[in-house]
């Protein structure tokens, strides 16, 4: 299982880094970490391609800020939806007017900007418009040049990077400004080949996910087998009389 996480990672990271293509001419993305690129590739900060923001939480005790609201809104813990479509909290007219609550479209993406476990770091993409907190920061492509799935996937592919950064290296700072996500950069293939490198992508780690998912579930199969025969040993339902261990370990 931990072999199929590394080399699910290892595919989408060389995929929206290198391309799809191992001929391709390559140049030097000006990224130490990033390396090379392909050469028809832009490589740019993400500020040139969206905008980037996140919202606040209007205080519980107004009571007029969440009662019969019908305005999703989302905090840091939806980012491991991986797709945003539903919400579960909801403010009104009011909360979004008093408290300057960012409308973020559908289509955008979610990253989770505070927090010392996981969650820190990780991308989601919206499927419905919504509001957001203090502790998640959307991103809006402003340019058709950059299609948002991805850079879901490259951002994805991305994370254990983006954790390092906001850690100043391994301090306890861990957070992420927006500052630093429009200054994170961005290698943008053509728009066709954009489209070309989405599709592998989702079809690899489709296949690498149903992997680890029979893999888990052959675990769960191998346990409750072993325990059932220990318990049908020890309570006599197996007669073990006579049984003789292998013959290498006798020898052991």
């Not at 957001?132 to 254990?160: C, T």
Request: aromatic letters at 8%; glycine letters at 6%.
């Amino acid at each position: 299982i931990e072999l199929l996480k590394e080399k699910r990672q290892a595919v989408i990271s060389h995929a929206v880094t290198k391309g799809l293509n191992p001929n391709a001419p390559m140049k030097d993305s000006g990224v130490e970490w990033l390396g090379e690129v392909p050469e028809h590739w832009l490589s740019s900060r993400l500020t040139y391609y969206a905008e980037v923001g996140n919202g606040s939480t209007p205080k519980r005790e107004h009571t007029d800020y969440w009662e019969n609201g019908d305005i999703p809104w989302l905090n840091s813990s939806k980012v491991n939806d991986g797709d945003i479509a539903s919400a579960e909290q909801f403010v009104t007219p009011k909360a979004v007017k008093e408290c300057h609550l960012p409308w973020v479209e559908n289509g955008s993406l979610l990253m989770a900007i505070t927090g010392q476990g996981k969650t820190r770091g990780m991308v989601a993409r919206m499927r419905m418009g919504a509001t957001i907190n203090q502790h998640v920061a959307s991103i809006q492509i402003s340019r058709e040049d950059l299609n948002s799935d991805f850079l879901y996937w490259y951002l994805k592919s991305q994370y254990g990077r983006i954790r390092f950064e906001s850690s100043d290296g391994g301090s306890t700072k861990a957070a992420i400004t927006c500052d630093e996500i429009t200054r994170f950069p961005v290698p943008v293939p053509p728009r066709d080949e954009q489209q070309e490198i989405i599709r592998f992508v989702e079809t690899q780690d489709e296949k690498l996910a149903s992997l680890s998912q029979k893999s888990n579930q052959q675990i769960t199969f191998l346990k409750e087998r072993r325990s059932a025969l220990i318990s049908a040993a020890v309570t006599g339902k197996i007669d073990v009389r006579g049984w003789q261990p292998p013959a290498n370990t006798q020898q052991q």
